[in-house]
Structure formats: C-alpha cells, structure tokens
C-alpha cells in the first residue's frame, strides 16, 4: 500500500475552477494506477477519474467529461485532478485512491489504498 494525502480543496463559485492534488508516499507508484472518486452528502461515493501507471491512458464519469483532467507527475509522486466550469452537483468529498496495477479501473473494490479526502464546495 501507499500513503495518500489530497490537497487542494475549497470553496468555489458555479464556473469556477479548482486544482487537487494527492501526494503519495512509496518508491513504487510509478507502479500504481491511481483513481479520483468522490461523496456528497448522503450519497454514496462515486468513480469520477482515472489514469493508467504511465500517464497515458485516462478515464472519467459522464457527469465529469470534458470539465475535469486526471494527470500525474511520477517524479513527484502526485497526481492531479484540474475540475473546470464546476457545478452545485461537484460539491463532496474528494478522495484519491491507489490500485497496485498498471491498468486503471473504476470500482472502490479495485483499490487498495485511499486519502483522507478533501473538501470541495461548489456555490451557486
């Protein structure tokens, strides 16, 4: 497993944009496929992003397509999530999760470490 920290969360107006960051620990996680997936109030966590060991390959939620980019920099050991034209509907806990594979996936089940999460709150 790895550690996982997110950053980046906030507090933001419909339109507007916001840039998370999860920042993970481990000599391996060029070696991890990683996932973005969130939770909103009395809701059930959901899959929004992922992206392949390499970078290289990517997926994401329909309700997210085209507004939000999943990228990562394994010389730093982060993975990013840039969230663009934001809506009332984006507001949740964001989490980022680690699957120790190259491919990626989109099940909870498929991964074995996850973040803390953080906080981000779109306004209407």
């Known amino acids: 497993q790895v550690q996982l920290v997110e950053s980046g969360g906030g507090l933001v107006q419909a339109g507007g944009s916001l840039r998370l960051s999860c920042a993970a620990s481990g000599r391996t996680f060029s070696r991890y496929a990683m996932g973005w997936f969130r939770q909103a109030p009395a809701k059930e966590r959901e899959f929004v992003a992922a992206?392949?060991?390499?970078?290289?390959?990517?997926d994401y939620a329909l309700s997210v397509k085209g507004r939000f980019t999943i990228s990562r920099d394994n010389t730093k050991n982060t993975v990013y999530l840039q969230m663009n034209s934001l809506k009332p509907e984006d507001t949740g806990v964001y989490y980022c999760?680690?699957?120790?594979?190259?491919?990626?996936?989109?099940?909870?089940?498929?991964?074995?470490?996850w973040g803390q999460g953080t906080q981000v709150t779109v306004s209407s």
């Open positions: 999760a680690a699957r120790p594979s190259v491919f990626l996936a989109h099940k909870m089940a498929d991964f074995d470490s």
């Open positions: 992206i392949n060991w390499t970078g290289g390959g990517t």
